[in-house]
């Protein structure tokens, strides 16, 4: 046992086990204990977050790096600690409350890492988003920030075009328990979504009741505009719990119909439903296409508090003087004639004061500065500004890539757009065929693109190619690819649309690019070919040989096993009679009736009924044995015997066996052809042919036995 833990920690120092660096910011065990983390991080402010994590962990090490950076832009606002739960000093019991009727574990961590969120003493949640720098700020933004406040239907509107659903809360004022219970509601639906995709919003007093647009209204009110502009209503006034709230809420947000961004999983999910418009746009931090889908509507919301923040910069500043009074003092811009003929009051209640109230109280604390002979004014003012600048900008750091309230408002644009033509077009109003639109990340899922057979263009460059736009039409068993050679445009995108509802758009199929070693030039150049979509429908068009066509995938162990098999077959019947193809059906695409469930598969197209194609068991085991059976089996009993005998003559070393087995097979076609004799008599002129070839085939094989 000693043994084993010295090698441990040998091990351990070797790959660079080695503790983090301390950050100002964070509380963090091992250096105290962890009833003293908690209970300092817990007592230091309203907001606290506890990170448990363990060193070995390379993923809970990266996330560390983010926790540490954000602790130190929110130190301000919030509490931080962390827990190494791999340190012999830190347990990391009871950090998840036990539930009732689970398994007592300790209420320890079920994954590393695990991020922990007490806001007050009462409410707690657990972080669930993405493990980067700009999804966790935006998460504690969503934390300091959970609701949203409406003054007007406008304000409401904009709200809803860049969020799946919006719950409004109508009421009376902040002061009433419906508000606190609703903020807490908002809390904890940020554990369900990290990222605020719902956004809670609020309303008060008179703008609450013109909301409704109903004179009689009581409140409060709790109402859900979903995707569609659906309306629903809260009916439990008395009850405004927050988990009463929540389990109301999450039924009536359907994630199939989210508008917005995701992953290729929620295109398969929608496209069991409607068509989907799918948008792959490269969102690399340094090389992202982001601007180029962005609408001038919002391009311009997305940076507009970092650009007027920054903007103030460049402003004109005012010089003050103690000798000369600025004119917004007396009631607004005067001349110079104006202010000698006649005594104005200063400062006095109207609304030209009002409207320059900053200018005047810029002239104050100038003032003030002057006569209490302190000039720091200036320079705390400049270093406030920064100070909010930071803060208001730190959730635009990423930009380039785009907000999920962003990426929620293209796709709802699109999504406008194609309701739009689908109303114009020809379809039938009884079919909804609208189109659902999802975008996703095309750098991380480029697989995905990769697999439909999409061509990505690998530019450095910033511009509109690494855009790509394809509809997926489970339907019609189609996928439609916008076309890659024209720079992405909404003109351009309107007119694929448009397409699309008038059925002229070509379906896309894959056609694998073969080497030029592989084209077949003769039929020795190998016992299996390989084919791509192209050279296997025109190989099934010619109907002057039996075609095996085995349907594999790179990526599928099964496929390697049945191929070995199906290699030593192809050696023992080679023959011109009988072609063996192998397609690639993860690079190619075949029409509906060509495609296959599963893979590997194995199908079999006779020359004499290439109609009465057959396909191997899949209940069979795929050896050898039954593989060479089952091919035998489809074939004509001359061609069988003819190949049989081609293989006796190549294996020279086994030529008894072979020649006994071709022996027992002419038994088995006469004796067969014997009962067709008995059952067709019209057609005996034929059998009794078929049965005299037999009978040679017979007798030369029992010559070819005793040589």
């Given at each position: 046992m000693i043994v084993f833990i010295n090698i441990w920690i040998g091990i351990g120092i070797g790959i660079g086990l080695l503790p983090f660096i301390q950050s100002a910011a964070i509380s963090e065990c091992p250096s105290r204990s962890v009833s003293q983390v908690r209970r300092e991080v817990e007592a230091a402010g309203e907001v606290s977050l506890l990170f448990y994590y363990v060193s070995w962990s390379s993923d809970a090490r990266q996330a560390r790096l983010v926790y540490d950076g954000v602790a130190h832009y929110y130190k301000d606002f919030a509490t931080f600690g962390a827990i190494d739960c791999w340190h012999l000093q830190c347990n990391c019991s009871r950090t998840h409350r036990q539930l009732p009727g689970m398994a007592a574990n300790g209420g320890y961590p079920d994954k590393w890492p695990t991020l922990?969120?007490?806001?007050?003493?009462?409410l707690r949640l657990q972080y669930q988003g993405?493990?980067?720098?700009?999804?966790?700020?935006?998460?504690?933004?969503?934390?300091?920030?959970?609701?949203d406040r409406?003054?007007?239907?406008?304000?409401?509107?904009?709200?809803?075009?860049?969020?799946?659903?919006?719950?409004?809360?109508?009421?009376?004022?902040?002061?009433?328990?419906?508000?606190k219970r609703f903020i807490a509601a908002a809390l904890h639906w940020l554990e369900f979504d990290p990222e605020r995709n719902v956004r809670f919003a609020v309303t008060f007093g008179p703008s609450a009741k013109q909301m409704f647009k109903v004179q009689h209204v009581t409140l409060p009110q709790l109402v859900v505009i979903d995707n569609r502009h659906g309306l629903h209503s809260y009916n439990e006034s008395n009850s405004w719990h927050p988990m009463d709230i929540l389990h109301w809420l999450r039924p009536k947000v359907n994630p199939l119909m989210a508008a917005g961004y995701?992953?290729?999983?929620?295109?398969?999910?929608?496209?069991?439903?409607?068509?989907?418009?799918?948008?792959?746009?490269?969102?690399?931090?340094?090389?992202?296409?982001?601007p180029f889908v962005m609408s001038d509507e919002l391009s311009g919301k997305e940076n507009v508090d970092c650009e007027e923040y920054w903007q103030q910069d460049g402003r004109k500043k005012h010089k003050w003087s103690l000798m000369q009074v600025p004119s917004e003092l007396y009631g607004g811009p005067k001349s110079t004639d104006e202010l000698n003929s006649h005594c104005h009051l200063p400062l006095q209640a109207h609304t030209t004061v009002l409207a320059n109230y900053y200018c005047i109280n810029g002239y104050l604390n100038y003032l003030w500065s002057q006569y209490t002979h302190e000039s720091h004014a200036e320079t705390?003012?400049?270093?406030?500004?920064?100070?909010?600048?930071?803060?208001?900008?730190?959730?635009?750091?990423?930009a380039q890539q785009g907000t999920p309230a962003l990426k929620i408002g293209i796709a709802k644009l699109v999504t406008k757009y194609s309701q739009l033509m689908w109303q114009h077009s020809t379809e039938q109003p009884s079919q909804n065929r609208s189109l659902a639109v999802v975008l996703f990340d095309a750098t991380k899922y480029r697989d995905f693109l990769h697999q439909l057979g999409i061509e990505q263009y690998h530019s450095h460059k910033r511009d509109a190619s690494a855009v790509q736009v394809f509809i997926?039409?489970?339907?019609?068993?189609?996928?439609?690819?916008?076309?890659?050679?024209?720079?992405?445009?909404?003109?351009?995108?309107?007119?694929?649309i448009k397409q699309f509802y008038a059925r002229q758009l070509p379906r896309m199929q894959r056609n694998a690019m073969l080497p030029t070693a592989i084209i077949p030039v003769s039929q020795d150049a190998s016992y299996i070919h390989s084919y791509n979509r192209q050279l296997l429908l025109q190989a099934l068009q010619r109907h002057n040989a039996t075609n095996v066509v085995y349907m594999h995938r790179p990526d599928c162990a099964l496929s390697a096993v049945m191929s070995?098999?199906?290699?030593?077959?192809?050696?023992?019947?080679?023959?011109?009679?009988?072609?063996f193809i192998r397609f690639d059906s993860q690079a190619n695409d075949l029409?509906?009736?060509?495609?296959?469930?599963?893979?590997?598969?194995?199908?079999?197209?006779?020359?004499?009924?290439?109609?009465?194609?057959?396909?191997f068991p899949v209940d069979i085991r795929a050896d050898t044995a039954n593989i060479m059976s089952f091919i035998l089996a489809q074939l004509e009993p001359e061609q069988q015997l003819r190949i049989i005998l081609s293989s006796c003559r190549r294996r020279m070393r086994h030529a008894r066996s072979c020649l006994d087995f071709a022996g027992k097979l002419v038994l088995q076609h006469v004796s067969q052809y014997l009962k067709y004799w008995e059952i067709f008599v019209k057609e005996r002129d034929s059998i009794l042919s078929q049965l005299k070839q037999f009978n040679e085939m017979h007798l030369a094989i029992e010559s070819s036995i005793k040589l």
């Open positions: 922990m969120v007490n806001y007050g003493r009462h993405a493990w980067h720098f700009e999804d966790l700020t935006r998460f504690m933004n969503n934390l300091i920030q959970p609701i409406v003054h007007s239907t406008a304000e409401l509107g904009a709200l809803w075009k860049i969020s799946d659903a919006v719950v409004l809360a109508l009421l009376d004022s902040a002061d009433g328990l419906p508000f995701g992953t290729p999983v929620k295109i398969a999910l929608k496209a069991r439903h409607v068509p989907v418009l799918a948008m792959g746009i490269r969102m690399h931090p340094h090389q992202s296409a982001m705390d003012a400049r270093e406030l500004l920064a100070l909010h600048t930071r803060y208001r900008c730190l959730a635009h750091t990423h997926v039409d489970a339907v019609a068993e189609a996928v439609h690819v916008m076309s890659p050679q024209q720079p992405f445009s909404y003109l351009a995108l309107k007119e694929f070995q098999a199906l290699m030593q077959v192809a050696a023992l019947l080679k023959s011109p009679d009988l072609h029409p509906w009736e060509l495609s296959m469930p599963a893979t590997p598969a194995l199908l079999v197209f006779p020359q004499s009924r290439p109609t009465d194609t057959v396909v």
